[in-house]
T-cell receptor
Framework: NAGVTQTPKFQVLKTGQSMTLQCAQD?????MSWYRQDPGMGLRLIHY???????DQGEVPNGYNVSRSTTEDFPLRLLSAAPSQTSVYFC???????????FGPGTRLTVL | KNQVEQSPQSLIILEGKNCTLQ??????????LRWYKQDTGRGPVSLTI?????NTKSNGRYTATLDADTKQSSLHITASQLSDSASYIC???????????????FGKGTHLIIQP
């Protein structure tokens, strides 16, 4: 199993540009989440999904969209990038209950 | 509001020494508590998961304890190695209320440095 994969690993955007961060998992997990990690802030939940076709907002959803058309994929879209979205983004997945949550390797995004 | 507080923020110890990291939480209703290790530039990796009825759980040189009454947990690292240098994150899960919440509250982590 590849686990949770994320692409790209690094990205530089200009203010106002849009892009999609890709996330995929091959463990047939129902739960998938997107987090951002900023210095001194810890991990904060952006959006999450409890299954294909179902998504919901987390703590910091503004400026981001998600969709879950398949169990495997959970892309995160930045509609119009802002410098405040400079961060490291992690995708994670887990099964039901008290199951281990698996994180991807992260995408380091810089918005100029 | 659900909160997870970790201490210390950072810690430097010599290789071979033991150390203990602390986690206090105010998450309700409690479901489980997880400790993660995050190496620099990588995603967090799960070390232990403990439910309400578990007091201690070990994973090699890592031993986590949970006191659900005082809402405290600790992560003890024995005979530290250079590879233990990382951030350690405490995450507390609330029981799924069915309202569609992720249910996880993250601490900010303890940054541990092991010196040779």
């Amino acid at each position: 199993n590849a686990g949770v994969t994320q692409t790209p690993k690094f990205q530089v955007l200009k203010t106002g540009q849009s892009m999609t961060l890709q996330c995929a998992q091959d463990m047939n997990h129902e739960y998938m989440s997107w987090y951002r990690q900023d210095p001194g802030m810890g991990l904060r939940l952006i959006h999450y999904s409890v299954g294909a076709g179902i998504t919901d907002q987390g703590e910091v959803p503004n400026g981001y969209n998600v969709s879950r058309s398949t169990t495997e994929d959970f892309p995160l879209r930045l509609l119009s990038a802002a410098p405040s979205q400079t961060s490291v983004y992690f995708c994670a997945s887990r099964g039901q209950g008290a199951d281990t949550q698996y994180f991807g390797p992260g995408t380091r995004l810089t918005v100029l | 509001k659900n909160q997870v507080e970790q201490s210390p923020q950072s810690l430097i110890i010599l290789e071979g020494k033991n150390c203990t990291l602390q986690c206090n939480y105010t998450v309700s209703p409690f479901s489980n508590l997880r400790w993660y290790k995050q190496d620099t530039g990588r995603g967090p990796v799960s070390l232990t998961i403990m439910t309400f009825s578990e007091n201690t759980k070990s994973n090699g040189r890592y031993t986590a304890t949970l006191d659900a009454d005082t809402k405290q947990s600790s992560l003890h690292i024995t005979a530290s190695q250079l590879s233990d240098s990382a951030s350690y994150i405490c995450v507390v899960s609330a029981i799924d209320s069915g309202g569609g919440a992720d249910g996880l509250t993250f601490g900010k982590g303890t940054h541990l440095i092991i010196q040779p």
